[in-house]
């Protein structure tokens, strides 16, 4: 049994005929940042669901802290659940709630807090992603880059041991996709998390990245470091990977 934070072992996972996962193994070390890379359709996505035991698997096992998803009943699944905080690809903030109650939905799901301790978690929690004095606004009223900040801020909202980030850039300029960047490289050292990036912007996943893995075609192709991503010489990894050295080289 491995003895990882988070582990998949010999998993297959399959969507009737599209077999989209074929026996992926796995390890998450606790207090790293996993990046998971690959082009669209590879299961990036479906992966990270299963690390959080949304999806069980065909065949294999997923674990988490020790036990497998399938060894937990509904109530201790759901109850582990709130130790991971998940920042969707979209944001996926409730058009109809101010910037405030966005954040604080998870609180009064999960949890009895009062509301004056709600309201300083909320603001503690935009001050961890340098946003202030916006929770009256909508998610309609602030840009593209704001929204993504707030999704962090509500993921981080249950104080979680483990972040999981869903292109975490997508849709966003240079700029602003930097500052991304950043804020997940200083929400890991300031809040002791371990986080799992799903991404196919190559320059985010070298920026924020302890360990890289690719996927091809339903297999884990590649495991290591940033520097060993750069140095390997398996042509569907270097494929994958230089339009992105060609745009810095350009820099």
Not at 12 to 39: A, C, M, N, R, Y
Not at 145 to 157: F, H, I, N, P, Y
Request: hydrophobic content about 35%.
């Amino acid at each position: 049994m491995s003895d990882s934070f988070i582990s998949l072992s010999g998993v297959h996972k399959s969507f009737g005929p599209q077999h989209i996962l074929k026996g992926v193994d796995l390890e998450v070390e606790k207090g790293e940042t996993l990046v998971i890379i690959g082009g669209s359709g590879t299961g990036k996505s479906v992966t990270m669901k299963l690390i959080i035991g949304l999806y069980p698997p065909d065949e294999g096992i997923v674990r988490f802290d020790g036990k497998s998803w399938s060894e937990r009943s509904n109530k201790d699944s759901d109850k582990e659940r709130q130790r991971f905080g998940y920042v969707f690809q979209g944001g996926a903030l409730f058009d109809s709630l101010n910037i405030k109650e966005n954040i604080a939905f998870p609180i009064r799901e999960h949890t009895k807090k009062k509301e004056p301790e709600i309201d300083k978690i909320v603001k503690n929690c935009l001050e961890s992603v340098g946003l202030e004095n916006i929770e009256h606004k909508f998610p309609a009223q602030i840009s593209g880059g704001m929204q993504k900040r707030v999704s962090l801020a509500r993921a981080l909202s249950l104080n979680p041991e483990v972040l999981l980030y869903d292109e975490p850039t997508t849709g966003l300029d240079p700029i602003n996709s930097q500052k991304i960047n950043e804020l997940i490289v200083k929400t890991k050292n300031k809040h002791d998390v371990t986080s799992i990036v799903v991404t196919h912007d190559m320059q985010s996943a070298l920026y924020v990245a302890d360990k890289i893995v690719m996927l091809y075609k339903g297999y884990l192709i590649f495991k290591g470091s940033p520097s060993q991503l750069l140095a390997s010489d398996v042509p569907e990894v270097k494929t994958f990977i230089e339009p992105a050295l060609q745009h810095v080289r350009r820099q």
